[in-house]
């Protein structure tokens, strides 16, 4: 099932990359509709990071078109409009000598440049990306004080502050306890639904993927799938994706 809109910010099309002479995606296309909330699932090495790099101009696509906001994603307005959370950034961002409201300020540079000062606008853009995140009364805690799903908070907060359109987030969840994760999944769909942000989300957490969003993307080289949360969770497209013996867990609470 392939999912198309008018209103298009990432469309793949025919989109093949090659390293060397291995072939990571091959043949790859969808489209990702404006407003719209997209899980990512596949395997480890299934070629899901490749697709965020390739949408994010960090990847040259071999062959097929890529286009994000209707223009190349390596383009300079592109890059403004997407907040990125890459893989294990969680891990990494516990060694930040910094404050929460430091990084998440941070966010607002990204946009403005170094040496421009910020504004009321700006000031506001900050404050509102904190509230949204529901993490006013951390601003002056430094990074190592912070839970697992408090630092999520933050690093998605960074993104807000830059008033992105499009926020694309690789496996948030990954070491994070089970009553954190809920809450994050919970979070995210608020910030969908009351924010209007188009999120696509990549996991191996199938939960995560099930509940919340509206289509999934199922990847393993090529597009196996571009479905309804429901049918992803099936044992026969599970199988499809992971391969034979294949089954999605749930998580104990």
């Not at 990359?17 to 969808?30: M, R």
């Not at 509709?33 to 040259?60: F, I, Q």
């Not at 009553?179 to 191996?204: A, D, W």
């Not at 393993?220 to 867990?249: D, I, W």
């Amino acid at each position: 099932m392939k999912q198309e809109s008018s209103s298009s910010v990432l469309s793949f099309s025919s989109v093949s990359f090659k390293a060397g002479s291995q072939d990571i995606l091959e043949n790859v296309s969808f489209e990702i509709p404006e407003g719209s909330y997209t899980g990512m699932l596949g395997p480890n090495g299934g070629g899901k990071t490749t697709v965020l790099r390739l949408a994010l101009g960090l990847l040259r696509p071999t062959t097929g078109t890529i286009r994000l906001f209707g223009r190349d994603p390596s383009s300079p307005m592109s890059k403004l409009e997407v907040g990125y959370v890459p893989q294990r950034f969680l891990d990494q961002g516990r060694s930040f000598p910094a404050t929460v409201e430091e990084v998440v300020r941070s966010g607002r540079t990204v946009r403005l440049g170094m040496l421009k000062r910020f504004t009321s606008d700006d000031h506001l853009a900050i404050e509102d990306a904190m509230k949204t995140a529901d993490i006013l009364h951390l601003r002056n805690r430094v990074l190592a004080k912070l839970s697992g799903g408090e630092l999520q908070k933050v690093f998605i907060a960074r993104c807000l502050a830059s008033s992105p359109k499009l926020l694309i987030l690789d496996e948030p969840t990954t070491g994070v306890d089970t009553p954190s994760r809920e809450q994050f999944r919970q979070f995210l769909q608020t910030l969908h639904r009351e924010h209007h942000l188009t999120i696509l989300l990549v996991s191996h957490d199938v939960e995560m993927l099930t509940e919340g969003v509206e289509s999934v993307l199922c990847i393993n080289r090529t597009l196996v799938c571009h479905t309804s949360p429901k049918e992803a969770q099936s044992p026969e497209l599970f199988q499809q994706v992971y391969g034979a013996g294949a089954h999605p867990m749930s998580h104990t609470h």
